[in-house]
Each structure stands twice: as structure tokens, then as C-alpha cells.
């Protein structure tokens, strides 16, 4: 089988200027005097193949340099020192949106970024019309593009870009994109371009959905590749690191970049694990067991009543969310400088499988943000006996003498 994609040698670093000339009085003055830079490694030395037809994943911290290289890949940028090697034609799904103008319509964006993106000229009118119908935008077709939410926006350039003739697929946290069901529809799309044997890239932090979709996985930290293989493999192992950095306490807070938080901070959790049910921090889980995500929470000001919440996901697809508020559990309002401890326990009645758990806090009265972690957690579930599906149900079987009635009943009718 050829290589769709060759990566030989590549390194790239980035020149940070830790001084900032603004004007000419000042660049003719320092013109003499060399200004400060910092040298950022974001790529060392990275080698690997992907074979044509391959779904592949590319997992790792965030600043480990999957974006960069995504960008190389795409030719977006130019590595220091080695080469890359592209056989067939490329669509990357980075930036989503990037060149989209807000004075014109839906219809014409998605127009402009079609033509861009080489769409056949006869056939712009007809995936414009695709491209809008799976965005669900169809009442916004006319609207011009500044009066819709971000939301859209990205739904609309990545519907766009899906319609792409293209052999190769780089895609960069896509996943991310649009709400559950979109997210679904999203994945039937993938599913038909591997049957159409194209080649994706797919970087992304949910672990479950790596394992589930993809092929073969490299895993980037700190700029170089420390592992590629199946995805059993390179995840187990990425997560039993995780999982040692977390107990060691360097990621005692939740700022750490393996995970993406929002929210206005008058709540935040601190710290995260996850137990089992001997209340050891385990990465790995025995299905139907129980376990206890234990969380560290700091108040920062004095907010109305906290509402806890956590989404358990696997693959992309939300498996289980419940909050303190559906479960019956009041939370007495946070004094600023308090600290906690909250603790969801929950059954792992779950199918073998990687999961992420991502946690909230929201004000119960004005239902705004505190605290929004995703992949606050992630691990693997083992022992079940599910042939397929998510959910372990326990079942059992038995094979007893039926009673002699039942039986003759049975032959009359």
C-alpha cells in the first residue's frame, strides 16, 4: 500500500520577541541592539508515514505541536529542516471559517469558500445547497453572515469544507463542532469517506473518539513524536502518564493544557480525579464497579447557589450528564476563599472503551457559567462482556427444566 502522507525529519521553532517596537523612534534607536527573542521548539525531529486510506489520530497535550504540524502538512507553513511528502489532494479543516466575509450572505460565503476549496464549477450551485442544508441553516441561506452565532459559523465552514473533492482530510478538533447531533451527523460522514478510502488526519483531545474511529495514532509531547502504533496502545499508555503527572501533583489545577475550561471563575475546580471503589486513582476501570469523580473546588467571590455538573462521552457522542440539581442534591452557596470537596459516585455500567468526562458549575439562579472543564477526565473501561454498543447491562442466563405443563402447552398449540 503507498503513503498518502511522508514526514521526514521535520522541525520547526518559533522566534518569540519578548519586546515589542511600535513606533519608528524606537526601532531607529534600537536598531543597534539586538532584541530579546525566545526560541520555541514546536517540532523536533518528527518522522512517520500514513498509508493512503488510513484514518489516523494525532493526540497530545496542547503546545505538544499537532497544530503546527497540521500546518505543515497543509503547506499553510514551512519546517526549519526536513520534507514532506503529499500524494493526492489536500483539504485541511484548521481554521475554520478563516476567510469568510461577514457583509456577504451564507449562500455566497459558502460560494467563495467552495471555490477555494475546488469545487467543480458546474456543481457549486449543487453542494451550496448541500452544504446549507447539512449546516441546518436553511432559514439563513439570505442572512448575512455577521448576523449568525459562532455556532453556525463554524458549522457553516466545516459543512464547506466536508464537501471538498479532496484524497486527504486534515482535521483539527472538529469534534468540537456544533451540538450532539450534529457531532452525529458529522461521523456518518466520516464513516462513508473511509469507505471511500480517504485519508484523515483527525487531532484531537477526546481520546474516546481516537480509539473508536481511528486506524493508527502518534502521540506528540513537547514537540516530538514518543509513540505511534494501534490505538489501544498509544492511548493506554497516554493516559497512564496523564494519570502519573496528576498523582506526582503536577496538574494539581485544572489550568494544566491537557484540558480546555471556560466560565467567569466566581466558582472553579481546582482539582480532579478519578477513584475507585477503594477510593484509589485509577485510569483504568472494572465495568460494574463503582467509582467516584472527586472534585477540589474553590470559591473566588460570593455567588448565588452552585449547580455541579458532569457529561460523561465516548467517541464524540454524550453517553450520561446528570448535575447536583437532577439528582436532589442542594449545594449551599460558596463564601469567597472557601474550599470543598465534591464527589459524583456513579455505576461503571459501561461497554470496554475510552471515555471523557468534562465538569461544570453554573449559577442555579441566573444559569450563567462558573466553571466549564471538557476532558477534565479520561479512562478506559475493562471486563465487560457487551458484544457491542456502550452500555453493560449485567446479563445473566439460566437454563432450568421447564415445568411439565408448560411443556405439553405448548405441543397442542
Same mark, same amino acid.
Given at each position: 500500500?503507498?503513503?498518502?502522507?511522508? =514526514?521526514?525529519?521535520?522541525?520547526?521553532?518559533?522566534?518569540?520577541?519578548?519586546?515589542?517596537?511600535?513606533?519608528?523612534?524606537?526601532?531607529? *534607536?534600537?536598531?543597534?541592539?539586538?532584541?530579546?527573542?525566545?526560541? *520555541?521548539?514546536?517540532?523536533?525531529?518528527?518522522?512517520?508515514?500514513?498509508?493512503?486510506?488510513?484514518?489516523?489520530?494525532?493526540?497530545?497535550?496542547?503546545?505538544?505541536?499537532?497544530?503546527?504540524?497540521?500546518?505543515?502538512?497543509?503547506?499553510?507553513?514551512?519546517?526549519?529542516?526536513?520534507?514532506?511528502?503529499?500524494?493526492?489532494?489536500?483539504?485541511?479543516?484548521?481554521?475554520?471559517?478563516?476567510?469568510?466575509?461577514?457583509?456577504?450572505?451564507?449562500?455566497?460565503?459558502?460560494? +467563495?469558500?467552495?471555490?477555494?476549496?475546488?469545487?467543480?464549477?458546474?456543481?457549486?450551485?449543487?453542494?451550496?445547497?448541500?452544504?446549507?442544508?447539512?449546516?441546518?441553516?436553511?432559514?439563513?441561506?439570505?442572512?448575512?453572515?455577521?448576523?449568525?452565532?459562532?455556532?453556525?459559523?463554524?458549522?457553516?465552514?466545516?459543512?464547506?469544507?466536508?464537501?471538498?473533492?479532496?484524497?486527504?482530510? *486534515?482535521?483539527?478538533?472538529?469534534?468540537?463542532?456544533?451540538?450532539?447531533?450534529?457531532?452525529?451527523?458529522?461521523?456518518?460522514?466520516?464513516?462513508?469517506?473511509?469507505?471511500?478510502?480517504?485519508?484523515?488526519? +483527525?487531532?484531537?483531545?477526546?481520546?474516546?473518539?481516537?480509539?473508536?474511529?481511528?486506524?493508527?495514532?502518534?502521540?506528540?509531547?513537547?514537540?516530538?513524536?514518543?509513540?505511534?502504533?494501534?490505538?489501544?496502545?498509544?492511548?493506554?499508555?497516554?493516559?497512564? +502518564?496523564?494519570?502519573?503527572?496528576?498523582?506526582?501533583?503536577?496538574?494539581?489545577?485544572?489550568?494544566?493544557?491537557?484540558?480546555?475550561?471556560?466560565?467567569?471563575?466566581?466558582?472553579?475546580?481546582?482539582? =480532579?480525579?478519578?477513584?475507585?471503589?477503594?477510593?484509589?486513582?485509577?485510569?483504568?476501570?472494572?465495568?460494574?464497579?463503582?467509582?467516584? *469523580?472527586?472534585?477540589?473546588?474553590?470559591?473566588?467571590?460570593?455567588?448565588?447557589?452552585?449547580?455541579?455538573?458532569?457529561?460523561?462521552?465516548?467517541?464524540?457522542?454524550?453517553?450520561?450528564?446528570?448535575?447536583?440539581?437532577?439528582?436532589?442534591?442542594? =449545594?449551599?452557596?460558596?463564601?469567597?476563599?472557601?474550599?470543598?470537596?465534591?464527589?459524583?459516585?456513579?455505576?461503571?455500567?459501561?461497554?470496554?472503551?475510552?471515555?471523557?468526562?468534562?465538569?461544570?458549575?453554573?449559577?442555579? =439562579?441566573?444559569?450563567?457559567?462558573?466553571?466549564?472543564?471538557?476532558?477534565?477526565?479520561?479512562?478506559?473501561?475493562?471486563?465487560?462482556?457487551?458484544?457491542?454498543?456502550?452500555?453493560?447491562?449485567?446479563?445473566?442466563?439460566?437454563?432450568?427444566?421447564?415445568?411439565?405443563?408448560?411443556?405439553?402447552?405448548?405441543?397442542?398449540?
Amino acid at each position: 500500500m503507498s503513503n498518502a502522507i511522508e =514526514v521526514h525529519g521535520v522541525s520547526k521553532t518559533f522566534h518569540i520577541p519578548h519586546e515589542r517596537q511600535t513606533t519608528l523612534i524606537e526601532r531607529l *534607536l534600537n536598531g543597534f541592539r539586538p532584541l530579546p527573542v525566545e526560541e *520555541l521548539a514546536a517540532l523536533d525531529d518528527v518522522s512517520f508515514e500514513i498509508p493512503a486510506g488510513c484514518f489516523a489520530g494525532l493526540i497530545g497535550y496542547n503546545g505538544s505541536g499537532k497544530s503546527t504540524l497540521l500546518k505543515i502538512l497543509a503547506g499553510l507553513l514551512v519546517p526549519d529542516s526536513g520534507r514532506v511528502v503529499v500524494n493526492g489532494t489536500l483539504s485541511p479543516l484548521l481554521e475554520l471559517g478563516l476567510g469568510f466575509h461577514a457583509e456577504l450572505t451564507v449562500r455566497e460565503n459558502a460560494a +467563495l469558500y467552495g471555490a477555494v476549496l475546488g469545487y467543480p464549477e458546474h456543481e457549486i450551485d449543487q453542494r451550496v445547497d448541500e452544504v446549507i442544508r447539512f449546516a441546518e441553516l436553511e432559514r439563513f441561506r439570505d442572512a448575512k453572515l455577521k448576523s449568525l452565532s459562532s455556532g453556525m459559523l463554524v458549522r457553516l465552514a466545516f459543512s464547506t469544507a466536508l464537501r471538498a473533492d479532496a484524497d486527504i482530510l *486534515l482535521l483539527d478538533e472538529v469534534l468540537a463542532v456544533g451540538d450532539v447531533q450534529f457531532q452525529r451527523k458529522c461521523m456518518d460522514v466520516f464513516a462513508d469517506l473511509r469507505q471511500q478510502n480517504k485519508t484523515i488526519v +483527525l487531532v484531537s483531545h477526546d481520546v474516546g473518539a481516537v480509539t473508536a474511529y481511528c486506524e493508527k495514532v502518534f502521540w506528540l509531547d513537547h514537540g516530538r513524536l514518543v509513540m505511534q502504533g494501534e490505538p489501544h496502545e498509544v492511548v493506554t499508555t497516554y493516559l497512564a +502518564l496523564s494519570q502519573q503527572v496528576i498523582d506526582d501533583g503536577a496538574s494539581s489545577n485544572l489550568d494544566h493544557p491537557a484540558h480546555h475550561r471556560t466560565g467567569d471563575g466566581r466558582v472553579r475546580y481546582v482539582a =480532579v480525579r478519578l477513584l475507585d471503589d477503594t477510593d484509589t486513582p485509577v485510569t483504568v476501570l472494572r465495568t460494574r464497579t463503582r467509582a467516584v *469523580l472527586s472534585l477540589d473546588v474553590e470559591g473566588r467571590s460570593d455567588p448565588n447557589e452552585p449547580v455541579f455538573g458532569m457529561v460523561l462521552r465516548r467517541g464524540g457522542e454524550v453517553i450520561y450528564s446528570t448535575n447536583t440539581t437532577l439528582i436532589g442534591a442542594r =449545594v449551599a452557596p460558596f463564601a469567597a476563599g472557601e474550599h470543598r470537596q465534591v464527589r459524583f459516585a456513579f455505576d461503571v455500567a459501561l461497554a470496554n472503551g475510552f471515555y471523557v468526562i468534562d465538569i461544570a458549575i453554573v449559577d442555579r =439562579v441566573k444559569a450563567t457559567i462558573h466553571d466549564w472543564v471538557t476532558n477534565a477526565v479520561c479512562f478506559q473501561v475493562e471486563g465487560s462482556t457487551c458484544h457491542d454498543g456502550i452500555a453493560d447491562l449485567a446479563a445473566g442466563l439460566d437454563s432450568v427444566p421447564a415445568p411439565a405443563g408448560a411443556v405439553a402447552a405448548g405441543r397442542e398449540s
